[in-house]
Structures are given as structure tokens and as C-alpha cells.
């Protein structure tokens, strides 16, 4: 029996000592790779942050050997989630301001202001996240209570979108802003010959001006706040929407001490400053960050009516919204842009603000392939126009039409709202869509982002039968796009975004099957396990 025992023993290690050695094994998984044909599998071996291997349980532990095997036990395990267009850094910034998102009142603004003052007694007061369109009284809020109950103290409040503000006397006086102040590209509104307090697009750069900025350690810890928010929910890259040369040489030096783990896809801030530097400096690459696009605005925000249309608001007379630059400079910034290796990523939400920087594009890539440049939201198109979608690159958020579609269609009417949050028809056209959320303007989750997608209703299952589901996106389509699609987008789709031999073992367990799971349950699916570069940081 001991000889039975021994020579056990010696096969055995015989047996181990010629099996790979793998840093990590994943067995008994649901597993969807996410590759061309969308395959599943069981399995995976991960070496030095990446997947060395992919099969069966069998297959995987007859040829691999590693001191931590997790066998999950069933549970579905998918590439992590990309989100295609965030504001990373704003988000770590707002757990520092007074968290505004979900108002239903301006009473209820101005009392989460005075709560937060007298905990937090701070020189001047920002915040952000109030919509006027969740209010019963669904007009823009004025700043006599603010001035009433802050004389002395400035106060700054965004509106959810980052596209209007309001600000108290305080605050206009700090900034030298009377109601004779030139401005362009918005509109500072007035009431009988004075100043509301509201600034819309440009002109809020005249009260943002004078807002103290955050020490480096505030912005230090913006970021890593940010990161523990966005791995506990299972994103593993980020494509932040406008950072400067100072935050994104902050990122650098924090992933290269080891202090921020999560990938970030960096889109520059469009100054004159930055573009200079980096178009000059060419694509800078690390590991985990990716600088190569420069993030331009061309109009506002539907919510505020600051969307440039082609014909007027259907609520607001003679009113069309308005370009944030001229069509001149709008060109001049595309070829500055085209004659480099970066892309050029848009925010358009109007027909005409899309069509403007649709045309732009198409007239100055002229003979250039594979630039991947990209339009930010595409969220009101022309029928007519969807076709300049053949080699431009959507990348859409769908919260924005869940949260929107209760009050769209009065703002553009029953026509132009047809061709609204049409996400079928964008991918249709270009044969792939980049999913994200825009947080901090829609909430972080990509289980709400995948829902909005499949199934466009609400948390509260309206409208019943979905809104304009001839747009709905399927799951795999959905899947993609948060994954494969989204890191195409950031010409990363070799690198990440599905579960691949060579690949970066970015990779989240879930705790139910996000692929079959009842359509109602996908919201409150929860990211058990994150994993980047093989490291486990949730």
C-alpha cells in the first residue's frame, strides 16, 4: 500500500513539474469571450497581466499549473467594461462638492446647499446636478434665494449635463460679469433688464473662472475615489472626455508608482495650449494610459436648450440653440487635428451640430483611412444625415435616452425625435458603436447603460413596451459595444476588450448570467470580482 502511495505520489509531481506555470487559473466559468464569433468557454490561464490560454476546465488544468486557481463555481465571467465617454476626474471631483443629481424641487437644491455648508464651511460653494426638468415647475431656477441666504459666500451650482449654471450675486461679482458683458456661444439669461443668475455653455467659463481650484491632493484623491466607484461596478477602462496636460501627467505619475490601477483612455481638453503640446508630442502610450484625441465641443445640451438644431425648438420660439465655435474654426481645429496621428472626438447632440462637424470630418479625412474619429452622443440626427455614419465612429450613452424621453419630444417635436438615441441606425451604418454613460451626468453603472440599451425603459418598467425599441440594441451588440467595440473605438481592440489569447486579463465575475438573466433583473446584477492586468482590485 505504501508503494501504491509513493508511486502515486512521484506520477504526480512528475505530472505537475511538466505542466506551464500560470499565475492564475479560471475554471468552471460561464464565460463569453467576446471574440469574432462570440464564442463561450470555460476556462483561462492568465501569466504577467495576460491570458496565456482559453478552453475547457479540462483542457486549461491539464496544461497549466498555478499556486491560485479560482474556480467560480458557474458564474458568468465577461470582459471588463469600457466605458466609451465619462468624465473620470469629474466624478472623483464631485464627492467633494454638494451632490445635487436627483433633485426634485429647487427647494430641495437650496436645502442639500445649506446642509452641506454647515458641515463642510467652505469659502466658495459648488455643486452639481440639478435639472429643471424633474422639477414640477420645469423652468429655469433664478438666484434671489441663494443671494438671500449666502450674501457674503459665492455659490456655483451645475446643472446635470455641465452645460448651465447658476450662480448667486456673490459669485457674478467675484467674476466682474455684468448684464452689459460681451460673451458668444450661449447665453447669459436676464428678467427684466437683470441678470437671472443662469449661464449657459460659453459664458459659464466667466463664473468658472474665479472658482478656487482643488489642491493636488484633492485631486489625488478625486482620482482614486473615482477609481474604487468605477472597479467596485466592474470597469476596467475608462475614456475620459476632456483632461488637461496637469491631470493627465497626474494619472501617469499615479500608474507608475501603482496608485491608480484602472486603464484610462485620455481625451485632451481642446485649448490652444494643450493641443499644441500634444499634437507636437504625438501619441503618448503607456500600459494603462492612452493619450491620443482631443476632445472638441460643438454645441450644448438638449436639457438646456443649448443644442444647436437645424430648425427651432418645438417649446421655445425662434429659438435654434447655438454652436459653441464657428463653422471656421470648427474646420481649422480638424485639419490642425487631421494633419497629426490623433483623433478628433465631437460632442454633437443637435441635428445641426452634427451635421456640421459630420461634414467637416468627411472634408478633411479625404484620403485617410482608419482615423476612427468619433462623434460624442450623436443624439439628434437627420434622416438624411445618417449616412455620413459610413466611416465616422458613434459613441453613444444610453441612459441619455432613458432619462431624456420624458420630455424629448417636446423639445424637438414628433418628427425630429425619430431620429433621436437611434442607436440601431448609427450601428447600422457603421457597422460598430461605442457604449458609455457620461458620468457624472448619468450614474456610473454599466448594468444601467447594458438595460438602456436592451430594453429603453426606466427602473420603474416605462414605458411598458419600451421607447422607440426599433432603436433597442440586442445583448451581444450591447456586450460589444461596452467591450470590443468600445476599445476599437480607442484603437485598443487588440489589446482588450475581449477575453483572448495575448490579451490584457482584464476580465469581471458577475453574479448572474447578464446575457440571459430576466430583462428586469440586469440593473441589480453586481460585479462580484474585477480583474486588471490579472490583479484582483474588487
Given at each position: 500500500?505504501?508503494?501504491?502511495?509513493?508511486l502515486?505520489l512521484?506520477?504526480?509531481?512528475?505530472?505537475?513539474?511538466?505542466?506551464?506555470?500560470?499565475d492564475?487559473i479560471?475554471?468552471n466559468?460561464?464565460?463569453y469571450t467576446?471574440?469574432n464569433?462570440?464564442?463561450?468557454?470555460?476556462?483561462f490561464?492568465?501569466?504577467d497581466?495576460?491570458?496565456?490560454?482559453?478552453g475547457?476546465?479540462?483542457?486549461?488544468?491539464?496544461?497549466?499549473a498555478s499556486t491560485y486557481?479560482?474556480?467560480?463555481?458557474?458564474?458568468?465571467?465577461?470582459?471588463g467594461?469600457?466605458?466609451?465617454h465619462?468624465?473620470?476626474?469629474?466624478?472623483?471631483?464631485?464627492?467633494?462638492?454638494?451632490?445635487?443629481?436627483?433633485?426634485?424641487?429647487?427647494d430641495?437644491?437650496?436645502?442639500?446647499?445649506i446642509?452641506?455648508?454647515k458641515?463642510?464651511?467652505?469659502?466658495?460653494?459648488?455643486?452639481?446636478g440639478?435639472?429643471?426638468?424633474?422639477?414640477?415647475?420645469k423652468?429655469?431656477?433664478?438666484?434671489?434665494?441663494?443671494?438671500?441666504?449666502?450674501?457674503?459666500?459665492?455659490?456655483?451650482?451645475?446643472?446635470i449635463?455641465?452645460?448651465?449654471?447658476l450662480?448667486?450675486?456673490?459669485?457674478?461679482?467675484?467674476a466682474?460679469?455684468?448684464?452689459?458683458?460681451?460673451f458668444?456661444g450661449?447665453?447669459?439669461?436676464?428678467?427684466?433688464?437683470?441678470l437671472?443668475?443662469?449661464?449657459?455653455d460659453?459664458?459659464?467659463?466667466?463664473?468658472e473662472?474665479?472658482?478656487p481650484?482643488p489642491?493636488?491632493?484633492?485631486?489625488?484623491?478625486?482620482?482614486?475615489?473615482?477609481?474604487?466607484?468605477?472597479?467596485?461596478?466592474?470597469?476596467?477602462?475608462?475614456?475620459?472626455?476632456?483632461?488637461?496636460?496637469?491631470i493627465?501627467?497626474?494619472?501617469?505619475?499615479?500608474?507608475?508608482?501603482?496608485?491608480?490601477?484602472?486603464?484610462?483612455?485620455?481625451m485632451?481638453?481642446?485649448?490652444?495650449?494643450?493641443l499644441?503640446?500634444?499634437?507636437?508630442?504625438g501619441i503618448?502610450?503607456?500600459?494603462?494610459l492612452?493619450?491620443?484625441?482631443?476632445?472638441?465641443?460643438?454645441?450644448g445640451?438638449?436639457?438646456?436648450?443649448?443644442?444647436?438644431?437645424?430648425?427651432p425648438?418645438s417649446?421655445?420660439?425662434?429659438?435654434?440653440?447655438?454652436?459653441?465655435?464657428?463653422?471656421?474654426?470648427?474646420?481649422?481645429?480638424?485639419?490642425?487635428?487631421?494633419?497629426?496621428?490623433y483623433?478628433?472626438?465631437?460632442?454633437?447632440?443637435?441635428d445641426?451640430?452634427?451635421?456640421?462637424?459630420?461634414k467637416?470630418y468627411?472634408?478633411?479625412?479625404?484620403?485617410?483611412?482608419?482615423?476612427?474619429?468619433?462623434?460624442?452622443?450623436?443624439?439628434?440626427?437627420?434622416?438624411?444625415d445618417?449616412?455620413?455614419?459610413?466611416?465616422?465612429?458613434?459613441?453613444?450613452?444610453?441612459?441619455h435616452?432613458?432619462?431624456?424621453?420624458?420630455?424629448?419630444?417636446?423639445?424637438?417635436?414628433?418628427e425630429?425625435?425619430?431620429g433621436?438615441?437611434?442607436?440601431?441606425?448609427?450601428l447600422?451604418n457603421?457597422?460598430?458603436?461605442?457604449?458609455g454613460?457620461?458620468?457624472p451626468?448619468?450614474?456610473?453603472?454599466?448594468?444601467?447603460?447594458?438595460?438602456?440599451?436592451?430594453?429603453r425603459?426606466?427602473?420603474?418598467?416605462?414605458?411598458?413596451?419600451?421607447?422607440?425599441?426599433?432603436?433597442a440594441?440586442?445583448?451581444?451588440?450591447?456586450?460589444?459595444?461596452?467591450t470590443?467595440?468600445a476599445?476599437?473605438?480607442?484603437?485598443?481592440e487588440?489589446?482588450?476588450g475581449s477575453?483572448e489569447?495575448?490579451?490584457?486579463?482584464?476580465?469581471i465575475?458577475?453574479?448572474?448570467?447578464?446575457?440571459?438573466?430576466e430583462?428586469n433583473?440586469i440593473p441589480?446584477?453586481?460585479?462580484e470580482e474585477?480583474?486588471?492586468?490579472?490583479?484582483r482590485?474588487?
Amino acid at each position: 500500500m505504501k508503494k501504491l502511495t509513493l508511486l502515486f505520489l512521484i506520477t504526480m509531481t512528475i505530472s505537475c513539474s511538466k505542466k506551464e506555470k500560470a499565475d492564475t487559473i479560471i475554471i468552471n466559468a460561464t464565460m463569453y469571450t467576446v471574440n469574432n464569433n462570440f464564442d463561450k468557454a470555460e476556462a483561462f490561464a492568465i501569466k504577467d497581466g495576460k491570458i496565456i490560454d482559453v478552453g475547457t476546465t479540462l483542457e486549461i488544468q491539464s496544461k497549466y499549473a498555478s499556486t491560485y486557481v479560482n474556480d467560480v463555481k458557474g458564474k458568468t465571467i465577461i470582459p471588463g467594461f469600457i466605458d466609451a465617454h465619462c468624465h473620470f476626474f469629474g466624478l472623483g471631483l464631485q464627492q467633494q462638492k454638494v451632490d445635487l443629481t436627483g433633485t426634485k424641487s429647487f427647494d430641495e437644491v437650496i436645502q442639500k446647499i445649506i446642509d452641506f455648508q454647515k458641515e463642510k464651511n467652505v469659502a466658495y460653494i459648488t455643486g452639481r446636478g440639478w435639472d429643471q426638468n424633474d422639477w414640477e415647475i420645469k423652468e429655469f431656477p433664478t438666484k434671489e434665494k441663494l443671494d438671500e441666504l449666502f450674501p457674503n459666500t459665492p455659490v456655483s451650482i451645475t446643472r446635470i449635463d455641465g452645460h448651465a449654471l447658476l450662480a448667486n450675486q456673490t459669485a457674478i461679482d467675484l467674476a466682474g460679469v455684468t448684464i452689459n458683458t460681451p460673451f458668444s456661444g450661449g447665453e447669459i439669461l436676464q428678467k427684466e433688464g437683470k441678470l437671472t443668475g443662469v449661464f449657459i455653455d460659453n459664458p459659464m467659463e466667466l463664473i468658472e473662472v474665479k472658482i478656487p481650484k482643488p489642491s493636488k491632493q484633492e485631486q489625488i484623491q478625486a482620482l482614486k475615489d473615482a477609481e474604487k466607484i468605477c472597479v467596485d461596478l466592474g470597469l476596467t477602462t475608462v475614456n475620459d472626455a476632456g483632461l488637461s496636460r496637469e491631470i493627465i501627467e497626474l494619472i501617469d505619475s499615479l500608474q507608475q508608482a501603482n496608485e491608480l490601477k484602472i486603464r484610462i483612455y485620455a481625451m485632451v481638453t481642446n485649448t490652444p495650449k494643450d493641443l499644441d503640446y500634444y499634437l507636437t508630442k504625438g501619441i503618448l502610450k503607456t500600459d494603462r494610459l492612452n493619450v491620443r484625441s482631443i476632445k472638441v465641443y460643438g454645441d450644448g445640451a438638449l436639457g438646456s436648450r443649448g443644442a444647436a438644431m437645424k430648425k427651432p425648438y418645438s417649446d421655445k420660439h425662434n429659438h435654434f440653440g447655438a454652436l459653441l465655435a464657428s463653422p471656421e474654426e470648427f474646420m481649422n481645429i480638424a485639419k490642425q487635428i487631421a494633419a497629426s496621428d490623433y483623433q478628433m472626438n465631437s460632442h454633437a447632440i443637435g441635428d445641426s451640430a452634427n451635421y456640421l462637424l459630420l461634414k467637416t470630418y468627411k472634408d478633411v479625412l479625404k484620403g485617410k483611412t482608419d482615423r476612427r474619429w468619433r462623434i460624442e452622443h450623436a443624439q439628434i440626427i437627420d434622416k438624411e444625415d445618417f449616412k455620413y455614419f459610413d466611416n465616422i465612429l458613434p459613441s453613444v450613452q444610453p441612459t441619455h435616452a432613458t432619462s431624456d424621453m420624458y420630455w424629448a419630444e417636446d423639445r424637438v417635436g414628433a418628427e425630429r425625435i425619430k431620429g433621436a438615441y437611434a442607436y440601431k441606425d448609427l450601428l447600422n451604418n457603421y457597422g460598430r458603436i461605442a457604449l458609455g454613460t457620461d458620468f457624472p451626468i448619468e450614474k456610473v453603472s454599466p448594468f444601467l447603460t447594458f438595460y438602456a440599451s436592451v430594453a429603453r425603459k426606466d427602473l420603474n418598467n416605462y414605458p411598458e413596451n419600451g421607447f422607440q425599441m426599433e432603436n433597442a440594441l440586442t445583448r451581444e451588440e450591447t456586450l460589444k459595444g461596452m467591450t470590443i467595440w468600445a476599445a476599437f473605438s480607442n484603437f485598443e481592440e487588440n489589446e482588450k476588450g475581449s477575453i483572448e489569447v495575448g490579451k490584457l486579463a482584464d476580465f469581471i465575475i458577475l453574479d448572474k448570467n447578464i446575457m440571459e438573466v430576466e430583462e428586469n433583473k440586469i440593473p441589480y446584477i453586481k460585479a462580484e470580482e474585477t480583474y486588471i492586468n490579472g490583479e484582483r482590485v474588487k
